[in-house]
C-alpha cells in the first residue's frame, strides 16, 4: 500500500522561468528590508502564470510574513538566507488559520500559503525565524489566550469571533499551508521556529523531502501533518525541540465538527532527533488513518513512539503501521496516553485501533511499552511482532488495553509472545 500511496501523489506544476528578487529591488545585505521585492516578484510571476521567485546567495532581511500564491516555488538558493524580522507586529493583520487543532484568526505564520495549489519552497539554502524573535518570549504568556480558544472551539463560537491579534500571545508557525492542493517542500534548512515548524494543514497532495530542521524552541515539531491527506515525508533530517513528525486532524468539537481526517501518510527514511520521534495526536477528532511509518531512525529523548488523546476530543486513530526502525536511546519506546482528563469536561474517549509494530531494533529504553487507554474506549487491537529491545529497565505499564499481541517480541534477551487483555 505504500508504493500505491507515493505513486498517486501529484507534484506541483510550476512555469520554469525565474524572477530574481534582486531584479525587483532587493538588497541582500541582512538589514535592508527584502520583502517589497520578494511580494513584488511573487505577484508579477502570479501574473504571468507562474514561476520561481529566486533569492540568490545573500541575506535577505524580510520584516513581516512572505504570503504565497499558486503556481510559485519560493527558491532559498545555496548560500541565501532568509531571516524574518524579529517584532510580532509585523505579522499583522490576523489570518486565517489553525492553531493546535483549533481554527482562529491569528498572527501570520513567517511564511503563509491559503488556498493554493501548485505551490513550493525549495533551495539549499537557509530560513532563519530569528533567535531574537519577540514570539520566542510568549511561551510562559500564551496559557489565558490558548485556553480561551480551547474554549471556543470547544463550545463552537463562530470562527470569525475567534480574533487573537494585538494583546495576545499566540505564536504562529513558522511555513503554514492552509487549504492547499500539491504542495513540494524541498531541500531547505531552517531555524529559530517560533512553533511548529513545517504546518501542512487541509493539504492534499504534498512531498517533504531532504529538509534539515535544526530549531529547538518550545513545541517545535519538526512537520505536523494536520487534517492532510497523500503525504509522503522522507529523507529528511530533524534536530527539534518537540516531535520529529507528527499527523493530527483537529481539536474537539471544532475538530469533529470540520471532519477532515489525515489519511494516506508515509513517513520514510528520516533521520529523526526530537524529544519524540513520531507522534500521532493529541489533536486527532477529525479521524487519523492509513499512516506508514517506515526506514526512520530514531535517535534519544522521552518518547520515540508516542501516539495521544484525552476525553474531550472524540476521533478514531486506525491502521497504522510502524516498521524497519532503528531506534537508539529513549526513555520509553511507545507510549499510548489517551485518557488524559478532559480540560473542557467532555466525554468523547478517543478510539485507538490495529495498530502494528513490527521489525523494530531498539538499543535502549527505560520502558518498552506504556500504555493508558480510557475505560469506555480501550486500546485494541496493537500487535508488536518482531521487535529486539536490546536493553530496558522495565517491560510494560499497561491500562484498559484489550487484544493486545505480541509475537516474537525480545526484551532484554527474553521472548515474550501471546495475547493480553488488561484493565
Not at 487549504?179 to 494543514?201: C, G, K, M, Q
Not at 501533518?225 to 497523500?230: H, M
Amino acid at each position: 500500500m505504500i508504493q500505491r500511496i507515493v505513486d498517486k501523489i501529484e507534484t506541483p506544476a510550476i512555469p520554469r522561468r525565474d524572477y530574481v528578487v534582486t531584479d525587483f529591488g532587493a538588497v541582500g545585505d541582512g538589514s535592508t528590508d527584502a520583502r517589497p521585492a520578494i511580494m513584488a516578484a511573487i505577484k508579477r510571476a502570479s501574473h504571468d502564470g507562474g514561476g520561481r521567485v529566486v533569492l540568490p546567495a545573500g541575506r535577505w532581511f524580510s520584516k513581516g510574513p512572505i504570503h504565497l500564491a499558486s503556481r510559485i516555488d519560493l527558491h532559498v538558493a545555496e548560500g541565501a538566507t532568509l531571516l524574518f524580522s524579529p517584532a510580532a507586529k509585523d505579522y499583522l493583520p490576523v489570518v486565517h488559520t489553525r492553531w493546535e487543532g483549533t481554527e482562529l484568526f491569528g498572527y501570520s505564520p513567517l511564511i503563509y500559503a491559503n488556498d493554493v495549489h501548485d505551490v513550493a519552497i525549495t533551495g539549499k539554502g537557509v530560513i532563519d525565524g530569528n533567535e531574537q524573535h519577540e514570539f520566542h518570549s510568549w511561551t510562559g504568556k500564551q496559557q489565558n489566550d490558548q485556553l480561551r480558544l480551547r474554549q471556543m472551539g470547544f463550545t463552537g463560537v463562530p470562527v470569525q469571533q475567534r480574533i487573537f491579534g494585538a494583546g495576545t500571545y499566540l505564536r504562529p508557525s513558522a511555513i503554514q499551508f492552509f487549504h492547499a492542493t500539491r504542495v513540494l517542500l524541498e531541500d531547505y534548512t531552517i531555524h529559530n521556529s517560533p512553533f511548529w515548524i513545517n504546518h501542512l494543514v487541509y493539504t492534499d497532495d504534498a512531498i517533504v523531502r531532504n529538509l534539515v530542521v535544526d530549531s529547538h524552541r518550545a513545541n517545535n515539531d519538526g512537520v505536523d501533518v494536520d487534517s492532510s491527506t497523500y503525504v509522503l515525508i522522507e529523507k529528511n533530517t530533524f534536530r527539534t525541540g518537540d516531535d520529529s513528525v507528527v499527523v493530527k486532524s483537529g481539536r474537539d468539537l471544532d475538530g469533529r465538527t470540520i471532519g477532515r481526517p489525515s489519511e494516506y501518510v508515509v513517513v520514510r527514511n528520516n533521520d529523526m532527533g526530537g524529544e519524540d520521534g513520531i507522534a500521532l495526536g493529541s489533536e486527532m477528532s477529525g479521524d487519523i488513518r492509513y499512516v506508514f511509518f517506515t526506514d526512520n531512525v530514531l535517535r534519544t529523548g522521552a518518547s520515540a513512539i508516542r501516539f495521544k488523546g484525552n476525553l474531550d476530543r472524540g476521533g478514531t486513530v486506525e491502521h497504522i503501521r510502524v516498521r524497519n526502525m532503528t531506534v537508539e536511546s529513549f526513555d520509553t519506546f511507545i507510549w499510548f496516553q489517551l485518557n488524559y482528563p478532559g480540560e473542557l469536561g467532555g466525554n468523547f474517549p478517543p478510539v485507538y485501533r490495529d495498530i502494528v509494530f513490527s521489525d523494530i531494533t531498539v538499543e535502549a529504553a527505560g520502558q518498552v511499552l506504556e500504555a493508558h487507554g480510557p475505560q469506555a474506549a480501550p486500546l485494541r487491537d496493537v500487535l508488536l511482532k518482531d521487535i529486539v529491545v536490546k536493553k530496558a529497565d522495565k517491560p510494560f505499564v499497561l491500562e484498559n488495553v484489550e487484544r493486545l499481541r505480541f509475537d516474537n517480541l525480545m526484551i532484554n534477551g527474553d521472548r515474550v509472545d501471546g495475547n493480553l487483555d488488561w484493565k
